[in-house]
């Protein structure tokens, strides 16, 4: 008999193999054993959940941006078409990457910096709520579009146009940093002209918006905290994190969801970019609970440098796909099966 991924999470976590996460461990083994919950007790969890993950790194202001979601999830809940729960995700995939990077990475001697992956884990998804708009104003216009036989004018073309979200502190610019971050690992895309393309109200992408929302709130926390951002200072908010971590963080979320052709070709390469490699992997992965708190159709297992995973068929292969085309050399890291 498998065992679930949720089973194996939750013994990984009461066996102390995440000790240097300094996780709010009851919370998370909590979480991962409950049933079928409502809307608002699931957001009350994650947002607890997440103010004891982050509050180590003086940093756990941050949830708020987790509660918005799950408040504006919460709302959209009866509208079809709006998608997966993305706040249950937010805790899952974070813990199915500590998993990942605590075994499969830690052993090939790629392991993620554990700051990195709590920005990129936890709040890679927080800008879901403007792609919800954009799906609103989709079906909207689907609405009103039935009577263009009998109407004249044409369609119109909305635009998502975020003034000054991009301008940093000292001058400096969120695509600039993205795109000079993502040359470093050797993936040639310009994340302003990327933006640029998926800023109609149609195609409007929560990754990118994600990306360029918490690089704006961190730098101004920085600021704030640290306002000649110096490098050497002992408070949490040293200007060097906000170089290495925070801006590889926010790369890694910039480009985990999009198309596989806006990435032109390149793959995400472990040696160059475990931040980046680990989040697409533990994103894709997480397929499981996207609607509630107890599916079994999912197992996880790491043996000899091969993640063993299990999925029902046609969730395993179109995971696999995605993978393939994102990650390079996948194959060699990961098993797919059918549960």
Known sequence: MNVS??????????DNKF????????EIVDFLTIGEISSEEIQSKVVTIVRGIMGHHQKKNLQHLIAELARIECGTT????MGRDHVVHAVLSFTLGAYINEWLFTDINFTVDVFQWKIAGLFHDIGYPIEIAGKIFRDYWKTINKTKIQATYENPFFTLSLEEIDNLYNGKNSFDLITQRLKLWDIHIDARKVFEKCSSM??????????????SIVDCLYQKNNPTRL???????AERNFDEDIVSACSAIFIHNLEIEDFRGYQVDIKK?????????????????????????????YKDGILDYKAPLDRAEKIQKEVRAKLFDIDR????NLL
């Not at 000790?19 to 009851?26: A, T």
């Not at 490098?231 to 908010?237: A, R």
Request: hydrophobic letters at 45%; one cysteine or more; glycine letters at 6%.
């Open 273 to 301: 970019s475990p931040i980046a490699y680990l989040l697409i992997l533990a994103d894709c992965l997480q397929d499981w609970d996207r609607a509630g708190c107890n599916n079994n159709m999912y197992a996880i297992d």
């Open 78 to 81: 009866e509208i079809p078409g």
């Open 333 to 336: 890291f990961v098993e797919f």
């Open 5 to 14: 991924i949720n089973e194996t999470l939750r013994a990984a976590i009461l």
């Open 19 to 26: 000790s240097n996460y300094n996780l709010p461990e009851q």
């Open 231 to 237: 490098n050497d200072v002992d408070n949490g908010w």
């Open 202 to 215: 149609t195609k409007i992408n929560h990754g990118i918006i994600s990306a360029l929302s918490i690089l």
